[in-house]
């Protein structure tokens, strides 16, 4: 079966650093993506890896871990417009984007 | 990045009625997928709108309920058919333009009273 976990909900305080993890078991491996999602909105596309390592992308940055099965999503210099949810999806040999819940976060002044 | 519109944004329906909506791209994309999100739920792959041909459908969804057309690279319209207060819902269109990028509609929000 295909499963993709993350965190249910994160707080942070605005100008801090936060870290969003994603794990996921698939069958097979073709990318891994990254949404962000206001509330009443559609989710928006942040990033994508499908090689191991960090990709920097302004203030977000995604890291791929594929040995380990393992992403996450890193908010630097957070502003309270980033308070959304996160959508982690894995793309596996089906080609179809699988998402997971979602992690909820909030951004505290 | 390909625009995609939705048409209508949200509706609000009687038991047993259908409803259509259409989604529209600004430019030929190769694959055109529908996804639902449940109020506080992640979203759900219903199925891939395939050009020209029949859609293929994901477990638990079938075409009876949630009959797919693409009859063109750039649009497709998915009808929830018989509809009951569980399909309140919001449905995304979504299209793939390259390997590495998929984007997503502005979504139809539906309540089925």
């Given at each position: 079966?295909?499963?993709?976990?993350?965190?249910?909900?994160?707080?942070?305080t605005?100008g801090?650093?936060?870290?969003i993890?994603c794990?996921y078991?698939?069958?097979?491996f073709?990318?891994l993506?990254?949404?962000?999602q206001?509330a009443?909105?559609?989710p928006?596309?942040l990033?994508?890896?499908?090689l191991?390592?960090?990709?920097?992308?302004?203030?977000?940055s995604?890291?791929?871990?594929?040995s380990?099965?393992?992403s996450?999503l890193?908010l630097k210099?957070l502003?309270?417009?980033?308070s959304?949810?996160?959508?982690?999806?894995?793309?596996?040999n089906t080609?179809?984007?699988?998402f997971g819940?979602?992690t909820?976060?909030?951004v505290?002044? | 990045s390909?625009?995609?519109s939705?048409k209508?944004?949200?509706?609000?329906?009687q038991?047993g009625?259908?409803?259509?909506?259409?989604?529209q791209?600004?430019?030929?994309?190769?694959?055109?997928?529908?996804?639902?999100?449940?109020p506080?739920?992640?979203?759900t792959?219903i199925?891939t709108a395939?050009?020209?041909?029949?859609?293929?459908?994901?477990?638990?969804f079938?075409i009876?309920?949630f009959?797919i057309?693409?009859?063109n690279?750039?649009f497709?319209?998915l009808t929830?058919?018989?509809m009951?207060p569980?399909d309140?819902?919001?449905?995304?269109c979504?299209?793939?333009?390259?390997?590495?990028?998929?984007?997503f509609?502005p979504?139809?929000?539906l309540t089925?009273?």
């Amino acid at each position: 079966g295909q499963n993709i976990d993350q965190p249910t909900e994160m707080t942070a305080t605005e100008g801090a650093i936060v870290q969003i993890n994603c794990t996921y078991q698939t069958s097979g491996f073709n990318g891994l993506f990254w949404y962000q999602q206001h509330a009443g909105e559609a989710p928006t596309f942040l990033s994508y890896n499908v090689l191991d390592g960090l990709e920097e992308k302004g203030r977000f940055s995604s890291f791929l871990s594929r040995s380990k099965g393992y992403s996450y999503l890193l908010l630097k210099e957070l502003q309270m417009k980033d308070s959304a949810s996160y959508l982690c999806a894995v793309r596996p040999n089906t080609g179809k984007l699988i998402f997971g819940q979602g992690t909820t976060l909030q951004v505290k002044p | 990045s390909a625009v995609i519109s939705q048409k209508p944004s949200r509706d609000i329906c009687q038991r047993g009625t259908s409803l259509t909506i259409q989604c529209q791209v600004d430019s030929q994309v190769t694959m055109m997928f529908w996804y639902r999100q449940q109020p506080g739920q992640s979203l759900t792959l219903i199925a891939t709108a395939n050009q020209g041909s029949e859609a293929t459908y994901e477990s638990g969804f079938v075409i009876d309920k949630f009959p797919i057309s693409r009859p063109n690279l750039t649009f497709s319209t998915l009808t929830v058919s018989n509809m009951s207060p569980e399909d309140s819902s919001i449905y995304l269109c979504s299209d793939r333009v390259n390997y590495n990028e998929q984007f997503f509609g502005p979504g139809t929000r539906l309540t089925v009273l």
